[in-house]
């Protein structure tokens, strides 16, 4: 069981910041924007929604650099849980909407091949 899943929140974040750190010295863009989806989703799970939304949207932008479309689909549906859970449901819905169109035009890439 890892530290995340036993919200040990610092600890996890610990680890967190030492992959990013990695990644970073070795470039590594997909490992960055992870591990900064990773860390906005810990921000998220203690309600610091602003810092959690800054690392989703740092993340987002590499996703979208990378044109990782599971990686942007999963930045908007924690976007949402975010908008979501301060009651924001008009941008939690743009999110969430964001992201299940993403979903969709992954299946239907799968279900093509």
């Known amino acids: 069981m ?16 030492r992959a990013l750190k990695i990644a970073k010295e070795l470039n590594y863009e997909f490992g960055i924007a992870e591990v900064m989806e990773r860390i906005g989703i810990i921000y998220r799970e ?3 929604y602003i810092d959690a939304l800054d690392y989703d949207l740092k993340a987002l932008t590499m996703y979208e650099e990378l044109d ?18 301060q009651n924001y449901y008009s941008k939690a819905f ?3 909407d964001k992201a299940l169109t993403i979903y969709k035009e992954l299946n239907n890439k799968e279900e093509k091949q």
């Open 68 to 85: 990782n479309k599971n990686g942007e689909a999963a930045i908007e549906l924690n976007m949402g849980n975010i908008f979501g859970e």
């Open 2 to 17: 890892n530290y995340f899943n036993q919200s040990d929140y610092t600890e996890a974040r610990t680890y967190y910041d």
């Open 94 to 96: 743009e999110h969430l």
């Open 46 to 48: 203690q309600s610091n």
